[in-house]
């Protein structure tokens, strides 16, 4: 069984940065796609950014040219570096990733973590 752990949220002012974690342990062959998503208080849960495994990335318009996603092979874990962060980006994120367990795997999505909590105050 594959699971993940997402870290490094916590609260911050307006222009700082945080940068996010997500570490996935147990039994993984490959790791496909990965992605972070946020939900906001009463908004439904978007996808801000992804990396796949050959590295191409994906942005949602809203944080480009201040977010950069990023992924450790080795340590099967992928990063989210935030930066200029303002209020509106307060949310909890996770980080779904699709994973092979073996060579003939298509992969699977690992159940989704509990997320770690950005609140930025202006």
């Known amino acids: 069984q594959v699971q993940l752990v997402e870290s490094g949220g916590g609260s911050v002012q307006a222009g700082g940065s945080l940068r996010l974690s997500c570490t996935l342990s147990g039994s993984i062959y490959s790791i496909n796609d990965m992605r972070w998503y946020r939900q906001a208080p009463g908004m439904q849960r978007e996808l801000v950014a992804s990396?796949?495994?050959?590295?191409?990335?994906h942005y949602v318009d809203s944080v480009k040219g201040r977010f950069t996603i990023s992924r450790d092979n080795a340590k099967n874990t992928v990063y989210l570096q935030m930066n200029s962060l303002n209020p509106e980006v307060t949310a909890v994120y996770y980080c779904p990733a699709d994973v092979s367990t073996t060579y003939y795997d298509p992969g699977s999505l690992v159940p989704w973590g509990k997320g770690t909590l950005v609140t930025v105050s202006s």
């Open positions: 990396i796949t495994s050959g590295g191409s990335t």
